[in-house]
């Protein structure tokens, strides 16, 4: 169970169900459009996985090729390839998290500790988050807080103010987004970015719903 999604657990025929499943933005919808029939001309190559298909594509030369292969439009395959990619999450520094003192900062990177990654990996062992509040003097409660933000950033479509928004509205897992209710969802973040301002954005139901299927991508694969 790494920082990001294991692609090689997600197979093709999965992956087309969740597209077909999800509402994309408007610059990917054009993944919808013969979905059926371009999936099955992937796995006709030979590729089973997420992990293969993304390695197929992943250079320009690639694509350039895979289309004679397959007879898929290289614009297709390359919203495909931008849309496999957030998947995977970059990790991010943890001084982008709203509310996170410069002494806790600073702490922190004396540790070793500078991204949602670090504190994710770090925490994989629960011992480690009372060790590093013995070792820094920081409180072990701020620390599973900023523990909960770094694996909620895992999630496409939530950065590091939404995650603190969705964090005050009481889920404190990618479990709770996965099995959340995007009206309640959104009620919640909502109450909670009023009383803080953490974001400027206008979200509605459906970017609730993108981050709740975002969830349950995670929730499949860390196994």
Do not use: C, W
């Not at 029939?37 to 090729?65: V, Y």
């Not at 070793?112 to 480690?128: A, E, H, M, Q």
């Not at 970015?193 to 970017?207: H, P, R, V």
Request: net charge positive; no cysteine.
């Amino acid at each position: 169970m790494g920082y990001n999604i294991d692609l090689n657990k997600i197979s093709i025929l999965k992956y087309m169900e969740i597209l077909k499943s999800q509402n994309p933005l408007p610059g990917r919808r054009i993944l919808l459009e013969n979905i059926e029939e371009n999936f099955r001309k992937i796995t006709d190559t030979g590729i089973h996985s997420l992990a293969e298909l993304k390695n197929s594509i992943s250079s320009k030369q690639k694509l350039s090729i895979f289309p004679q292969k397959t007879n898929i439009d290289e614009n297709y395959l390359t919203i495909l390839k931008r849309e496999i990619g957030s998947l995977e999450q970059k990790p991010i520094p943890v001084s982008d998290f709203p509310g996170i003192s410069a002494g806790t900062l600073s702490a922190l990177e004396n540790q070793g500790i500078k991204t949602s990654k670090d504190v994710y990996n770090l925490s994989i062992n629960p011992g480690n988050i009372s060790s590093v509040s013995r070792k820094t003097g920081i409180k072990t409660s701020e620390l599973l807080e900023i523990n909960i933000m770094s694996n909620l950033v895992r999630i496409n479509g939530i950065g590091t103010a939404a995650a603190k928004a969705i964090y005050e509205s009481g889920y404190k897992s990618i479990d709770d987004i996965a099995h959340a209710k995007a009206a309640k969802l959104l009620e919640k973040m909502n109450t909670a970015n009023a009383n803080k301002q953490y974001y400027k954005a206008n979200l509605g139901e459906k970017d609730m719903q993108f981050i709740i299927d975002a969830a349950k991508i995670i929730l499949d694969t860390d196994i």
